[in-house]
């Protein structure tokens, strides 16, 4: 289903070098499998395509058929990993120009961002659609989607009276903590769990993920089938056959030698957001202790006129990992020209999936050449199975990588940084404290 190609690297990395990693390979995998590595509270996410509660699935599904009746719209209330997984899901196989599956609702994000534009604008869009809120927040108390939570859940009681807070909202959030667990628990409102050994990053397997998408018309059941074979084809085998443990490791060489920066690129748009919930899951996985690799994207062709650029001749500190999708469907025939004003009649009767792999083919023997490592990880096809063997690879390869830096990769004690100073500086009581201090540094800086 996946196949990770290290062709490129001809002449960068030997076997020799990789399979000298085995034995931290072997320590990475078995701390994961014992539970003994720094985090180990959070490795529900581990074996969780093997062990899913058919009971919950089925509550899912009907939650979702539930959904669809009512609604035309859900709208999804979260950010960081209560919204990526379900959002790069969602960009992946739903058709681009159309707002909904035929057999589903329009997915959309709020409380991802502080923007009154996208909010207001928001609200314009849903006043003559029918829709319903989806609340997605592990700890409850996250600031952005609990600010968006309040004014959608305003809009709604205006729209269909205060009956719809029951009918059209769904939480998913800890199973005991939390303002969010306290106010569904008031109203009695349908709820979902995210495990407590599942970190957000981690949770897209979970009703953090799949509830949104099933109602979206996606086959969640194919999702977690995929990331079963996964697990099965991945899980403790040998470094030399294990294309998880291989990029894992991979990388981490590429990063002793001075490349700290990977760009997941890809030609296809639609795994755009793809990338974004990669970039979390790596970035805050392993961004500590002064380390890590900086995880980024790029689209490509696109991109090529922008930033190839900076690839092909800048500083030299970033690899590339190009994601493929083998087979295509839609092939979009280059049609004939009578006058071939354009010039482009050699192309002509060609498919643009066969244009586009040749542009790939030239872009990384170009980058190649420029000195600038690349890997490529190819999916057979893109759906559902498909992805769920893709979300599970990476968050394998992540937590291993992880552990050859040495880092814990499963907290994210950075993140509070932002929010104490954001806290106290909106003036949230208890935080007078670091108020003051930031108005000291302010006035210093005068
Ligand atoms: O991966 C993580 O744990 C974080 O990115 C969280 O998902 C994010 O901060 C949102 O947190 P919460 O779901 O508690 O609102």
Redesign the pocket.
């Known amino acids: 289903m996946l196949a990770l190609n290290e062709k490129y690297l001809a002449g960068i990395i030997s076997e020799e070098e990789i399979l000298a990693h085995s034995p931290y390979a072997d320590l990475a995998w078995s701390e994961l499998a014992e539970g003994s590595s720094p985090g180990s509270d959070f490795l529900g996410w581990l074996n969780l395509p093997q062990n899913f509660d058919p009971a919950l699935l089925r509550e899912i599904k009907e939650a979702a058929e539930r959904i669809k009746k009512q609604s035309e719209v859900l709208v999804n209330i ?7 997984g379900a959002k790069a899901v969602y960009e992946a196989l739903k058709d681009p120009f159309k707002a909904r599956q035929d057999d589903g609702v329009e997915l959309l994000f709020a409380g991802q961002n502080l923007s009154g534009k996208y909010l207001e604008s928001l609200i314009e869009y849903l006043r003559d659609k029918d829709f319903s809120l989806n609340v ?7 600031t ?2 609990a600010i968006a939570f309040r004014i959608l859940r305003a809009l709604l009681v205006e729209k269909y009276g205060e009956d719809a807070l029951r009918e059209r909202i769904i939480c998913t ?1 800890d199973k005991s903590r ?1 303002a969010l667990k306290a106010y569904a628990d008031n109203l009695d409102l349908t709820c979902f769990v ?1 495990p407590d050994d599942v ?5 897209v397997l979970t009703p ?1 993920g799949l509830l949104p998408l099933a109602a979206a018309g996606f086959d969640i059941q194919k999702l977690l089938e995929g990331a079963h074979k996964a697990l099965l084809n991945l899980q403790g085998t040998k470094l030399k056959s294990n294309p998880a443990y291989r990029y894992a490791v991979i990388r981490n060489c590429l990063y002793k030698r001075g490349y700290v920066a990977e760009s997941l690129v890809t030609f296809e748009p639609e795994l755009s957001f793809f990338a974004e919930w990669w970039k ?1 899951l790596f970035g ?1 996985s392993e961004g500590k202790d002064g380390k890590a690799l900086l995880p980024t994207s790029m689209q490509f062709t696109r991109d090529l006129h922008s930033l190839g650029q900076f690839v092909q001749e800048g500083r030299k500190c970033l690899f590339e990992t190009c994601l493929v999708i083998d087979e295509q469907q839609q092939l979009a025939l280059i049609p004939e020209s009578e006058d071939d004003g354009d010039g482009l009649n050699y192309l002509a009767g060609r498919a643009l999936p066969e244009v586009n792999a040749i542009a790939r083919r030239a872009t990384l023997m170009a980058h190649r050449e420029g000195a600038v490592p690349v890997l490529e990880i190819s999916l057979k096809r893109l759906d559902e199975e498909h992805l769920g063997y893709l979300i599970y690879f990476f968050e394998l390869a992540c937590a291993m990588s992880a552990r050859l830096l040495g880092v814990n990769p499963f907290d ?1 004690p950075g ?1 509070e940084a932002y929010k104490l100073n954001m806290f106290a500086l909106l003036g949230k009581p208890g935080y007078e404290e670091r108020r003051a201090e930031l108005n000291r540094e302010a006035a210093d800086q005068s």
Request: a neutral charge.
């Open positions: 979260g950010i960081g990993g209560s919204y990526l997605i927040s592990k700890s409850g108390t996250t952005e989607p959030t939390g995210v970190g957000g990053r981690y949770s953090v979390q805050e994210q993140v």
